[in-house]
């Protein structure tokens, strides 16, 4: 168990839904990063917070977006999904901002059909 | 831009054989840092090994080693005397230092291995 919790495990939804994805780091950990884990383009760096503030994006579709809460947990947010958003999304933390070893998440199962 | 390959997708042996996973890397930066992560059957990611790019020393965890060559930009990872339960996808990854990178993690393809018993 790494420390780091995603809800919910698995989720189901139509195409052009909108959903989010919830995400709570280790104790202590202030730096959230988001990845994209599917079978056509692998493990894709989305986005990075850092105690609140954006840090980093990557490959982040503009229909996504996320932030984090002052209690450092961070949310995903995909709206008009398509079904090529179906994948397994994985929420990491680590301890600052600096490149230390990151802690993943359970991942988050999204359906989109 | 860095890049990260794994050129064996999957690999698979017979219980108690070594076997070694490659792994290459690309990037334009001086300091950077080297990852080897393990994905079980279950899913989840599970950290194994961080590496600086300063610090070229092998090293050894029970039966788990690691060799990073910075003259070939590799960073290989070897199972001893493997075990049925050590059938994952293995990935590696790299961070640079900073800059407005971030801490991001670029992840290679990932090679499948399977230990048959």
């Known amino acids: 168990d790494s420390g780091v919790t995603q809800t919910p495990k698995h989720l189901i939804t139509a195409t052009g839904q909108r959903v989010t994805l919830r995400c709570s780091p280790r104790s202590g950990d202030l730096s959230v990063y988001w990845y994209q884990q599917s079978l056509d383009q692998g493990l894709q760096f989305l986005i990075q917070?850092?105690?609140?503030?954006?840090?980093a994006k990557g490959n982040i579709l503009e229909r996504f977006s996320a932030q984090q809460f002052p209690d450092l947990h961070s949310e995903l947010n995909l709206s008009s999904l398509e079904l090529g958003d179906s994948a397994l999304y994985f929420c990491?933390?680590?301890?600052?901002?600096?490149?230390?070893?990151?802690?993943f998440g359970p991942g988050t199962r999204l359906t989109v059909t | 831009a860095q890049k990260v390959t794994q050129a064996q997708t999957e690999i698979s042996v017979v219980e108690k054989e070594d076997v070694t996973l490659d792994c290459v890397y690309e990037?334009?930066?001086?300091?950077?840092?080297l990852f080897w992560y393990k994905q079980p059957p279950s899913g989840e990611l599970v950290f194994l090994i961080r590496r600086n790019s300063f610090d070229e020393q092998n090293e050894i965890s029970g039966r788990y080693s690691w060799n990073f060559q910075k003259s070939t930009s590799s960073f290989n990872f070897t199972i001893t005397a493997s075990q049925v339960v050590d059938s994952a996808v293995y990935f590696c990854?790299?961070?640079?230092?900073?800059?407005?990178?971030?801490?991001?993690?670029?992840f290679g393809g990932g090679t499948r291995l399977m230990v048959k018993p």
């Open positions: 990854a790299l961070s640079e230092a900073g800059g407005n990178a971030g801490n991001m993690l670029t």
């Open positions: 990491a933390s680590s301890v600052s901002g600096r490149p230390y070893e990151q802690y």
């Open positions: 990037t334009r930066d001086t300091t950077y840092y």
């Open positions: 917070y850092y105690n609140g503030e954006e840090r």
